[in-house]
């Protein structure tokens, strides 16, 4: 395998700049309305941010528990990530590391880091039709992402590129997908953006079969935008500007 190069990217500018200006509108009316204090509006704005930070973490959970105990077990983890994203932001810390991700990991999945402290997978896994990179290519490739997200300047762009090329290493052998997620929307909410979560299950069955298809297009052209990834990237887009417009509605 090899990373997507990220100079290939080609997501049309319109639904970006359309998203941009309703974060912008956001930020506009905290600041200059004069219905209300600035201070309430701001209050209401975090009790938004909070409680989609809290979906979030239920939306993952349902999306990989298998069993209600196992949803139960899920959410419970994810819940303090949330709170351990919460606190690096209000230091103003935002994810830029590898040792970042593995302190999510740890949160997400404690009884496998237990099993595999500060490693990553070391069997073949497969999703679906897609065997992921063999062992021993793992820490190149997820140092090589490491060093290119930096280079990608929208931070939107840059959080559905990790999010993509993560998940297509796999570097854990498990929580993978959870550990992703909240590493992405960390990377958002530090931007200024709300968390993107996946809503219900037909948004789950796509986002899978989206993802499954683009890996499988990029095993046979591996630097061409495919209309998969193409797909990728606007549905994720689309689901951030939901979230964008649930905090919107609230100020009217």
Known sequence: MRLFPYQNIQVAPAPLQELDEKVQEIYRTIIFNRDHTADRLLEIF???SNSLTDLLSIKNAQMEAQSEEEA???LETLRYSVDFVLTQLRDNRDFT???DLFRL????SPETHARHPNRFRHRLVQVGSYVCPEPPMISSLMETLFLTIPHISHIVIRAIYFH???IRIHPFIDANGRTVRIAKNWMLMHGLYPPIFIRDEQEKQQ???TLSASFSALGNNPTDWNENLSAFFDQEISRLKDGTEQILKLFG
């Open 97 to 99: 590391e590898l040792a």
């Open 207 to 209: 986002y899978i079969s």
């Open 72 to 74: 139960a077990q899920y």
């Open 164 to 166: 993509h090329e993560a």
């Open 46 to 48: 975090i009790n938004q």
């Open 105 to 108: 990991f740890r949160i997400i």
